[in-house]
């Protein structure tokens, strides 16, 4: 936990901090650590300062790891020529990963080591494939606005440095050569060979579905089905996690087990359940390739490995130990990871449910060979029951800071979904894979289609039950950490004398939210959205052109719900004015007579022109065209009890890394 924390707080800074700084500190800690192992106090909290500091060691090796050009500017590139890496289709469109070889208007040395773009409609193309062609390429988009989501350094750490769209149809794709092919490309091949042959026999929705859970391809489910799957508490089905994991390498465990167990000659002289366990790794192996490598599966196969591991050497598998292993090597992987949803969505639920389970759970996962069929499956799906419960609870703190809303209904709709992916689609998926390679998928994938009708039923059906969404303004994660701590150290610790320490984050998180504050205005970097909040009538009032996507993103931010056409509004004209906190706000892309504005206003936004703050003799506060250039975009926070409005800026709250470029720096 520590170590996930000095790489958070590493990658929270404004800026990169110097090598002597961070080894400097290890050392420190070190020291004290050599120092004080003699006394348990000093010595336990010089083991947490070691475990942070070291989380922000390896973050900065791996930043020169990865270090790498990135584009500074919008370029029009008449030649850009380049091996694609991977290809993957989404919604009407593909994606292409390029190593550019050749990047016309950019020097060589400034040429980034990939580059993402998209074409129109869907292309016949393999990793290894040479790209030619013209194309519109972009720095990484930063956030619009300080609190927005950061996509910018998840593709930093991913090697890449911009990304763009192939302008039409003006490019050329070329076999390359496949005479040295890595095992990367092979498996990239391998996924878009399966996907076809999916697509094949199963129509597009259901095909979707089917390669998201099988390839981990997510491109082929419609817009407003994944909607609905995230609104439902669904949405993890689509993720490649532990249940997926754990349910493809049980059922071939299982399966491997029973066929060899009934052949008594093998079932009586060898280890037939470490041969299942060394089958069930491989195909976990295999999966891991197939999909993508992403975090929660880098986190389910780690500690799925670890299960089977111990297996072999007939030792107790399922452990916090287990999950401390898997985090620790996910963390040395992606350091960056820590900061995103998936990764604390995954560790958060995973430790409480281990913790629970090896705890007061322990007299409900004793064996139930005894019992009536009938108590069993009661028993079963009181424990879904319990642990959806729990994983609720341990998750919607982050659930809500990410999202902005939290699906109370999930918890009985995963208790349909969950046995539905045990012993239906995950049986299917494991015979899909088997009969592959012999041309005999339909089989399967015919029996896996009422699986996956039922499961879309099912999505849609909870996702029109809008009361059972509970949308929450973003809180801070000055205010999320804490309680999330509190809730992991009260499931982790037995004894309440230790439990109760607990209330030292839950006093901080309260102190926390009395200081910090959502802003009242939001306007974005790109000089095309803004967004002002009616705290009193709780409603928002957007500007005519902004994108559904923003609009979308900063609607979960303040956590409206968009069922509520009443709780938003629009300004269309050419200078909107508002009254707020007995303030007047003025947002206009251009203004021809600032002393007029000037005299009325306390808060001006010009989008797209330079404000002269001569012309007034009170200047008021002023959000320009040179602001939103070279600062990115703004929060602000209006005036009240006293304090003057003030606003904070992309550039101020994100800092100087190599993957913010603002303004062309």
């Excluded at 040429?111 to 040479?130: L, M």
């Excluded at 996924?191 to 997510?218: S, Y």
């Excluded at 559904?548 to 004015?577: L, V, Y």
Aim: hydrophobic letters at 55%; glycine letters at 8%.
């Amino acid at each position: 936990m520590l170590l996930g924390l000095g790489q958070a707080i590493f990658l929270s800074l404004l800026a990169q901090p110097s090598d002597v700084f961070v080894i400097g500190s290890l050392i420190i800690a070190a020291i004290g650590l050599r120092l004080s192992r003699q006394r348990i106090i000093p010595f336990f909290l010089f083991l947490m300062l070691f475990a942070a500091c070291l989380g922000a060691a390896l973050t900065q090796l791996h930043l020169y790891v990865v270090q790498a050009p990135v584009l500074k500017k919008s370029v029009y590139t008449a030649a850009l020529v380049g091996e694609i890496l991977s290809v993957e289709p989404r919604d009407g469109r593909t994606r292409l990963v390029i190593a550019p070889s050749t990047l016309d208007g950019v020097e060589p040395r400034k040429i980034p080591a990939k580059i993402r773009i998209s074409v129109q409609g869907a292309i016949a193309a393999v990793p290894g494939d040479v790209f030619s062609g013209k194309a519109k390429l972009f720095p990484l988009s930063v956030p619009e606005t300080p609190g927005d989501p950061d996509f910018a350094r998840a593709l930093y750490f991913d090697g890449i440095g911009g990304t763009g769209f192939a302008l039409g149809r003006n490019y050329q794709i070329e076999p390359g050569n496949n005479a040295e092919t890595s095992l990367f490309k092979q498996t990239g091949r391998l996924r878009l060979a399966i996907m076809a042959r999916i697509d094949h026999v199963l129509p597009d929705l259901k095909a979707g579905l089917t390669n998201a859970i099988l390839v981990g391809e997510r491109g082929g489910v419609p817009p407003d089905l994944a909607e609905d799957l995230r609104k439902s508490g669904l949405a993890h089905l689509l993720a490649i996690s532990g249940l997926h994991m754990g349910l493809l390498c049980g059922v071939v465990f299982f399966v491997t087990r029973l066929g060899l167990a009934m052949i008594p000659k093998l079932a009586l002289r060898y280890p037939i359940k470490k041969w299942s366990a060394i089958a069930g790794f491989m195909v976990g192996a295999l999966y891991l390739l197939l999909s993508g490598a992403t975090v929660p599966t880098q986190r389910a196969f780690v500690m799925t490995a670890i299960v089977l591991f111990a297996v072999l050497v007939d030792r107790r598998a399922i452990s916090l130990r287990l999950v401390a292993i898997a985090a620790l090597v996910v963390m040395a992987v992606r350091p960056d990871a820590v900061l995103g949803a998936s990764f604390q969505l995954s560790f958060a639920a995973v430790t409480g449910l281990v913790a629970f389970y090896q705890g007061p759970g322990t007299k409900w996962m004793a064996s139930g060979k005894d019992m009536p069929i009938w108590e069993r499956a009661g028993r079963y799906f009181f424990l879904l029951l319990i642990t959806g419960v729990m994983v609720t609870a341990i998750t919607a703190p982050i659930i809500g800071f990410h999202f902005g809303r939290v699906s109370l209904l999930g918890i009985l709709a995963n208790l349909v979904a969950i046995p539905l992916m045990a012993f239906w689609i995950m049986p299917c998926i494991v015979a899909i894979l088997v009969l592959m390679p012999f041309g005999l998928e339909i089989v399967p994938l015919t029996m896996l289609s009422p699986g996956l009708e039922i499961l879309i039923w099912l999505a849609r059906l909870v996702a029109r039950q809008d009361w059972g969404l509970w949308y929450v303004a973003q809180p801070s994660a000055m205010v999320v950490a804490p309680v999330l701590l509190a809730l992991l150290w009260t499931v982790i610790w037995r004894k309440w004398a230790i439990r109760l320490w607990a209330v030292i984050p839950v006093s901080g998180a309260i102190l926390a939210a009395f200081f910090v504050h959502q802003p009242d205005m939001l306007v974005g970097g790109g000089q095309k959205g803004w967004v002002v909040r009616d705290t009193a009538q709780r409603s928002l009032v957007f500007n005519g052109n902004i994108s559904n996507f923003h609009r979308s993103i900063w609607m979960s931010r303040f956590g409206i719900r968009p069922s509520r056409a009443a709780q938003t509004q629009s300004c269309k004209d050419e200078i909107c004015w508002f009254e707020r906190q007995g303030q007047t706000i003025v947002i206009a892309e251009t203004i021809d007579d600032p002393f007029y504005i000037c005299r009325h206003a306390d808060i001006v936004v010009v989008l797209k022109q330079d404000f002269p703050e001569d012309a007034c003799e009170k200047p008021p506060l002023i959000i320009d065209d040179d602001v939103l250039w070279w600062q990115g975009g703004v929060a602000i926070r209006f005036a009240r009890n006293g304090a003057p409005a003030h606003f904070a800026t992309v550039r101020g709250t994100s800092g100087h890394w190599p993957w913010i470029k603002i303004g062309g720096r």
